[in-house]
């Protein structure tokens, strides 16, 4: 209780300040366990992120907009159901999006029509197993009627974890831009597509030069940001994680005479996103 309220406490500074947040509430025990200090029973994950929720509601960020909040679960959680259900209702859990944390090997029980087991965090214990196909579609539908929830890759994502000796990743930043450590930021930059136009081509030239200075820029937002939380700082300027990514690909492919949904727009959009990694 105390962990899950001192996270609270964080975010609503770091919504203060004009962040946001994403947590993971995959270790939380499920609705109904047993609570041995208590002799209560646990109210499950959902329950606080309601609480969370509430709490962003109440507090202006920046004075101008609300705070932004990242909700992931795992696939294996005995709550997957009514976690991915969460939304269902309009004007719920408003301040959040939601990601159902998915594995390979749930991935294979998708792809082999097999049986999902559902495990409390608590003792490690399979609580009951249901079709894997049965989260894919109610995930499925609940997104197609409110846009939540998402999948979250984490075997995909820790593969390619720059810093697997500082931890595993369990959440992203509130849009899923960016997977982050415990207490790690992002600075967030985008470069304008449409504005890398000349004589009806793609200024190549012009490009390069702009994603040097954005990484540069970014990184230098690292070093002069004002951090909400002192761990916050400690984190940031160990990882010094940035984001660079792009906006305008629609106008540009307007400019260059190119059908949206072709082989040409997305050949060209590897092409583009090739050269922005390189450079």
Not at 63 to 72: C, E, I, L, W, Y
């Amino acid at each position: 209780m105390e962990s899950i309220f001192q996270a609270l406490k964080e975010a609503a500074i770091i919504h203060k300040s004009g962040g946001g947040t994403g947590f993971s509430f995959s270790k939380l025990r499920p609705r109904g366990d047993m609570v041995k200090s208590t002799a209560g029973v646990s109210s499950g994950p959902l329950s606080f992120i309601k609480v969370f929720d509430a709490a962003t509601e109440e507090i202006k960020q920046g004075g101008k907009r609300r705070g932004a909040n990242m909700a992931v679960l795992s696939a294996s959680h005995p709550d997957i159901l009514e976690f991915i259900r969460a939304k269902e209702r309009p004007g719920h859990l408003t301040n959040f999006n939601l990601s159902v944390a998915v594995s390979n090997s749930f991935m294979e029980a998708l792809e082999e029509g097999k049986d999902w087991p559902l495990v409390n965090p608590r003792n490690g214990q399979k609580t009951r197993t249901i079709p894997a196909r049965e989260i894919l579609t109610l995930a499925c539908r609940m997104a197609w009627k409110g846009g939540d929830p998402g999948f979250l890759f984490l075997d995909r994502v820790n593969r390619y974890n720059p810093t697997p000796t500082l931890g595993e990743i369990e959440s992203t930043n509130p849009c899923g831009e960016q997977p982050l450590l415990p207490h790690e930021s992002c600075i967030l930059g985008s470069i304008n597509l449409s504005t890398m136009f000349k004589d009806g081509s793609i200024d190549w030239e012009l490009l390069q030069d702009t994603v040097i200075k954005g990484v540069r820029f970014l990184d230098n937002v690292i070093e002069v940001n004002n951090y909400p939380l002192s761990v916050i700082k400690e984190k940031t300027l160990l990882t010094r994680k940035i984001g660079l990514g792009i906006m305008g690909f629609a106008d540009l492919l307007i400019k260059l005479g190119i059908p949206y949904a072709s082989t040409q727009a997305r050949d060209l959009a590897i092409k583009i996103m090739a050269f922005i990694q390189y450079h």
